[in-house]
């Protein structure tokens, strides 16, 4: 399939360039981008399209990347609120848990893709109990997906993780995996030794939610004397890089290590805020050198999927924490959504526009009153966009949302449907 999108406002983010540029043209072939250039530059003519569009001055960015999610517990969205985490975890979220099949998490992935489509999002890092079942949704869907491990003492194994390391990264495949563990307080550290043999066996980083409370430093000093990053760093689990979700409460050493390690700090403040977790030290982890990308973490505590009110609270909380309002420009995070978020999930390949990357773009609506007037179309974005300003998202050259119709190979009623019958089953 050959595509020809014209007409044009891009944000390109090659190598990192937020330059806003307009009468743009980009040819896609079989996921691929083949070129970018000027709308009257002549490359168009040397292929024969097979579907041509104009894009109508409107913008197209590279895709979002939901960065930390558990796409699943949509099954919990609004079941399981105004609780503190553990309190959240240990009496509502593992005991409805203990009741999902293999095949309720493949339709909850299902539901939740829905929803990163009217998005804008085209890449999503999921931790969660039945990788099989979530691949397997991603791929009938088409949606993008680097899976990790949620090692626990209680669930997943090992032996596991180097099963699905070996399943799941096959070139060319919409499915990643890489190693991950669901964080420190969950697991022996007996178990996390094992983590870390196999992640520096096989070369791999290692994802975790790390540090995402002042409980969860607290106890982790009480049985190690050390915060959870420095003890996690003492048995080698980061020797080839990796990340940490949440990272609220970090120290001060904390940041050298992260810094040193070569980790992603990755932050949620939708659901930080709802869990009175606590605000990222998001400009302090920049100053430090260390990358960040956005997460929505789960629909069980967000509740929403929505990028744009994650982007949105990265930049105003980071501005409320360092009590500076020119903290955290729009343009900063907008370059985190698109790009680093690449990066954190392994896949650089769609991490921009250019040729040879991946084409996993969205357009969005300049014309909505939101977007008026266009003094700086970036910080419209962050600061006033919506889901309603998504036209289509893309994926590996596939037009999978347009205009509100989904081409996912089922029907937003049939997934709203099976999805009520496993509830009544669950809840009943």
Known sequence: ????????????????????????????EDGKILFVCGDEEKKSDAYAWD?????????????????HTHSAMTFLRSKADDLPLHEWLNDTVFPAEAKLTAKDIHTFT?????????????????????????????????????????????SQSVKQLEQWIKEFNAPGDLVKF????????????????EISAL????????????????????????????????????????????GGYHMVHLEEDDYEIIRQRDLYAITNP???????????????????????????????????LDFFREMYLTSVLAKIRDEDAAA???????????HTGAHAMCIPESDSIDAGKNADLILLDLSQPNMQPMHNIGKNIVYSGSKNNVIFTMINGRILY???????????EEIYAEAEKILKRIFD
């Not at 579907?51 to 939901?66: A, S, T, W």
């Not at 890489?178 to 007996?190: D, N």
């Not at 990222?280 to 505590?301: F, H, R």
């Open 1 to 28: 399939m050959r595509i020809r999108l014209f007409h044009a406002r891009l944000i390109s983010f090659a190598d990192g360039n937020t330059e806003l540029k307009e009468n743009m043209q980009i040819g896609i």
């Open 199 to 242: 992640a520096n066996q096989y070369k791999m980083p290692v994802y975790a939610h790390i540090s995402e409370t002042a409980k969860e430093v607290k106890e982790c000093k009480e049985r190690y004397g050390m915060t959870p990053v420095a003890f996690l760093d003492s048995i080698g689990m980061f020797a080839n890089g990796g």
């Open 110 to 154: 299902k539901l939740a893709i829905l929803e990163y489509l009217q998005s804008g999002i085209t890449g999503i890092f999921e931790m969660y109990l039945t990788p099989e079942s979530i691949a397997k949704a991603c791929r009938e869907t088409g949606m993008r997906i680097t899976m990790t491990g949620g090692v626990n003492n209680f």
């Open 51 to 67: 579907v041509e569009r104009d894009c109508e001055g409107n913008l197209i960015l590279p895709g979002f990347k939901n960065c």
């Open 178 to 193: 890489v190693p991950g563990f669901h964080a420190e307080y969950t697991c022996s550290k007996g178990l996390l030794e």
């Open 402 to 412: 347009d205009k509100g119709e989904f081409s996912i190979g089922v029907t937003k």
């Open 328 to 338: 955290l420009p729009a343009m900063e995070v907008l370059k985190m959504a698109c």
């Open 270 to 304: 939708g659901s930080n805020c709802k869990l009175a977790s606590g605000i990222a030290p998001v400009t302090k982890l920049l100053a430090e050198g260390i990358p960040v990308a956005i997460g929505t973490d789960g629909p069980a505590s967000n509740n929403a």
